[in-house]
């Protein structure tokens, strides 16, 4: 397989997308980002409440987030991405941005590349049980573990063509971590 542009760890809150991420961006020396920071205080305040997230207060972010990950990858960065990413389309829009990757054009009426992240999709799965479990461990982080549950239902594990794998959280990290190098390399 071709090493790809980034690496997208997704799932739900608690299943250990920012430990995994973090870890992987520095046993690659990739540039990692956590998709948390860069939820607008809005989105914060929602979750905060016990509100889940919807379409309108994904989008946005997640576009955001498609182009830092453009941005780098472009400039021959490779990226590592924590986020929950939990629909298809939400993977589709960091992959492409909202449109579906609009073509980059150096000059008008000439065809250009498309705007297209490559994307490994790191899936990490676990019981309902399990990731709550680790949630109640948590402090001071703007998801409760309330909104577990909307999340679990939102959820929309990757499939054929994805290019994904999938690795439970149930491993021991440096597992994870293994099982992802070795397909990265």
Known sequence: ?????????????????????????SELGWKFYDADDYHPEENRMKMGKGIPLNDQDRIPWLCNLHDILLRDVASGQ?????????????????????????????????????????????????????ISGRLRKRKGHFMPPELLQSQFDTLEPPSAPENFIQISVDKDLSEIIAAVMKTVK
């Open 78 to 130: 490779h990226v590592v991405l924590a986020c929950s990413a939990l629909k298809k389309a939400y993977r589709d829009i960091l992959t492409r941005g909202k449109d579906g990757a609009p073509q980059k054009r150096d000059e008008p009426g000439e065809e250009g590349e498309l705007a297209e992240v490559k994307l490994l999709v790191v899936y990490l799965t676990g019981s309902f049980e399990v």
């Open 1 to 25: 397989m071709a090493a790809p542009g980034a690496l997208l760890v997704m799932g739900v809150s608690g299943s250990g997308k920012s430990t995994v991420g973090a870890l992987l961006a």
